[in-house]
């Protein structure tokens, strides 16, 4: 190689090591972004805004953003929820990142959103409004999982009792469709009950409690989240035999777990999406606003446990918290492109 040759080569080199070191396409450290939350009443929520409330923290403070605000409404009402998002249009945020409260009947309101120039990403309770871009576990699929698992472990079947989430949810509806579609095709499970627990503890119990004295002997119980522990607790009160629970990584549900699996070899599995999944739409609302191509739809996996992690699991779960994942720039930046 002549010398000429070499010196243009080595600059060509350092012009494209220049490039690749060059901030991205925009600058965002002068955007801001808010999350729309329509609800913060059990354990899974108050992890997702943690784990936002710690990312979005860490961006501002070294530059990547100017701001990364969380506001969550008192009730889980459409109508309070889009007045919020309207009040985010006119206090000039860049990207609004939403957990909605309905599917649909916010699409008005993300749509002014979107027409007013803004970045909107929804996640976990995700809308439909074109516009706008969805993060969202297959939760189908999860409700499905639960049955499958029981099919293996309890191949003679039996009765099931069914906890679902808050009325009107997306997330409810998806997770209880999968688990009525998974009885369906193991007609060795029958569900004989169905109450709504609101993905908490507290209400799960006593929502167990009250339908209890009408059901017959109950095989397992298949859940959503935030109910497992509960539902243990009503059967204990009511002097019934304990069932199979599907547990929804709640920390204190995998505590009992342990202490159960531990007094007597109870078996059981926990299943739900991470609250971590906030960290992830708050990084692709940046990376839209920096001019990163994203799909529009975005499939994360669910967050297993299961008899051999459990103690793992655990130990990496703060007391009242949820086991979780959250992501990074990079990481994000991985699942944008499929990998």
Request: charged share 20%; with cysteine.
């Amino acid at each position: 190689m002549t010398t000429a040759k070499w010196i243009t080569l080595a600059a060509g080199t350092a012009l494209a090591l220049a490039a690749a070191l060059q901030p991205s396409v925009a600058d965002t450290s002068g955007k801001k972004i808010a999350l729309s939350n329509n609800y913060a009443g059990n354990s899974w929520r108050q992890a997702m805004l943690k784990s936002w409330t710690k990312n979005g923290d860490a961006a501002v403070k070294a530059g990547v953003v100017a701001a990364a605000d969380a506001f969550t409404t008192a009730e889980n009402q459409v109508t309070e929820q889009a007045a919020q998002i309207q009040n985010m249009i006119l206090q000039g945020y860049d990207a609004i990142v939403i957990n909605a409260a309905s599917p649909d009947a916010l699409n008005g309101a993300v749509k002014e959103a979107c027409d007013a120039g803004i970045t909107v990403v929804s996640f976990d309770g995700i809308v439909t409004e074109p516009c706008a871009w969805r993060i969202a576990v297959n939760f189908k699929q999860m409700g499905k999982e639960e049955v499958i698992y029981l099919a293996k472990n309890m191949p003679e079947g039996g009765n099931l009792l069914e906890i679902r989430g808050l009325a009107g949810v997306f997330v409810d509806d998806e997770i209880s469709a999968g688990i009525h579609e998974g009885a369906k095709e193991n007609p060795q499970f029958k569900i004989v009950g169905s109450v709504h627990g609101d993905w908490a503890q507290d209400v799960s119990q006593k929502a167990v409690a009250g339908i209890l004295p009408s059901l017959p002997e109950i095989a397992a119980v298949v859940t959503q989240g935030g109910d497992g522990y509960g539902a243990a607790q009503a059967f204990k009160a009511a002097g019934r035999p304990t069932p199979l629970i599907i547990m929804g990584n709640r920390q204190d549900e995998l505590k009992w777990w342990k202490e159960q699996k531990d007094a007597n070899g109870y078996k059981t599995m926990s299943v739900s999406i991470a609250p971590g999944v906030s960290t992830l739409a708050f990084w692709v609302a940046q990376q839209v606003l920096d001019g990163a191509e994203v799909p529009k739809d975005l499939t994360v996996p669910f967050l297993r446990v299961d008899q051999h992690d459990l103690e793992e699991k655990l130990a990496g779960t703060e007391v009242g918290g949820v086991a979780n994942v959250e992501y990074s720039l990079d990481e994000a930046k991985k699942v944008i492109m499929g990998k």
